[in-house]
């Protein structure tokens, strides 16, 4: 069955740096869009940064921008989200979910496949 497991979520100090790891089997990896969404305390799940497996191109919303990288290893099955300049409001569960034919699109709704979440806790 599909399996996306992620780590690398752990308390960091404001300022910090994280990367995060999303491990996939059970699919074909280089055809499913595999991205990465966070839900904080009390808030919707959103999408976070989203790239397309067939052209890379990329999606980072506003919080995003400008601090978090995402990437895909094909050869390794692994997506990941480097997280720079880390702030307290990036504190969240964050997840990474799988869809096929969904490009960068960031929409939740639009995934079937979750992890069950890596905790990242940014301190002030």
């Known amino acids: 069955q599909v399996q996306l497991v992620e780590s690398g979520g752990t308390l960091v100090q404001h300022g910090g740096s994280l990367r995060l790891s999303c491990a996939a089997s059970?699919?074909?990896?280089?055809?499913?869009?595999i991205n990465w969404f966070r839900q904080a305390p009390g808030k919707e799940r959103e999408g976070v940064s989203c790239?397309?497996?067939?052209?890379?191109?990329?999606y980072y919303s506003d919080s995003a921008k400008g601090r978090f990288t995402i990437s895909r290893d094909n050869a390794k099955n692994t997506v990941y989200l480097q997280m720079n300049s880390l702030k307290p409001e990036d504190t969240a569960v964050y997840y990474c979910?799988?869809?096929w034919g969904v490009g960068s699109n960031c929409d939740p709704r639009k995934y079937e496949y979750w992890g069950q979440g890596t905790q990242v806790t940014v301190s002030s």
């Open positions: 979910a799988g869809a």
């Open positions: 059970g699919l074909n990896f280089k055809y499913y869009d």
């Open positions: 790239i397309s497996s067939t052209d890379g191109s990329t």
